[in-house]
């Protein structure tokens, strides 16, 4: 058939599946940078990254190659692999197509551990942008997505723009028939502290005392993260000077603790 024919090619992506489940890392990426290297040797390579008339895409075999990497704690040899699958998602699928936003957001996940955290926001919008269209902007994976970027944001401390991601999420989130609460909670401590960080200590306090509730009903009223939540509405109400309230809480967390 030859090292080129896409039954070859084939063969080699299942054995290359195959190790990867059995943790054979190792020969896995051998397996899959050999057909690589095959499939961009041959003509039929088109200059967009895919792969006329194979059974086997270009893509799907850079993706496979980077989610190894990825395993063997390898992610600045991912990084540029990565880059790949998503510039030929791009070319071919547009922006606003599933593969698009899973290589953008894989993308955003690599810079984030190799520390490019620019290059990482960059992605995650990409990836946030096309979920919303792909998936809903209330699906649970794009509102995951948009704290990933929230993070980063805040990181570069672009507070305004996370309070509105946050306030966004927590508006799509709550308002489903069955909400995510631990998602919710994980929201409102967000939300809480970059009000917090901009001294919107009001607005701060109203996000605490929900954030409170919805700890008691998730966790119970005596569990670490209910207790945490207390804490922090103590110290917004002390912000305010709101002495006795803030007391209050205060004396409610030693209690508890």
Request: glycine fraction near 6%.
């Amino acid at each position: 058939l030859g090292a080129c024919h896409s039954e070859t090619l084939e063969t080699l992506g299942n054995l290359a599946a195959l190790l990867e489940l059995q943790e054979k890392l190792e020969p896995a990426e051998l397996f899959v940078s050999q057909a690589i290297e095959r499939l961009e040797m041959d003509r039929r390579v088109c200059t967009a990254g895919m792969v006329d008339g194979m059974a086997l895409p270009l893509l799907d075999l850079l993706s496979r190659l980077a989610g190894i990497l990825l395993k063997q704690e390898r992610p600045e040899d991912a990084w540029p692999v990565a880059l790949r699958v998503l510039h030929g998602c791009e070319s071919n699928f547009g922006a606003e197509h599933r593969r698009t936003t899973a290589a953008a957001l894989q993308v955003g996940q690599i810079a984030e551990r190799i520390g490019d955290i620019e290059a990482a926001i960059i992605a995650y919008r990409k990836a946030w942008a096309g979920k919303r269209v792909v998936d809903g902007a209330d699906h649970h994976e794009t509102i995951d997505c948009a704290m990933r970027l929230a993070k980063l944001l805040h990181s570069r401390r672009l507070l305004s723009e996370v309070e509105v991601i946050y306030r966004q999420s927590l508006q799509l989130e709550s308002g489903k028939e069955q909400p995510d609460r631990a998602l919710v909670v994980r929201i409102l401590w967000g939300l809480c502290v970059v009000l917090e960080e901009q001294q919107k200590y009001g607005n701060a306090e109203s996000v605490c005392r929900l954030l409170l509730s919805n700890c008691e009903e998730l966790y119970g009223v005596d569990h670490p993260s209910t207790l945490q939540s207390l804490h922090a509405l103590a110290h917004t109400l002390d912000c305010q000077d709101k002495l006795a309230a803030a007391e209050k809480c205060y004396r409610r967390c030693l209690e508890g603790r």
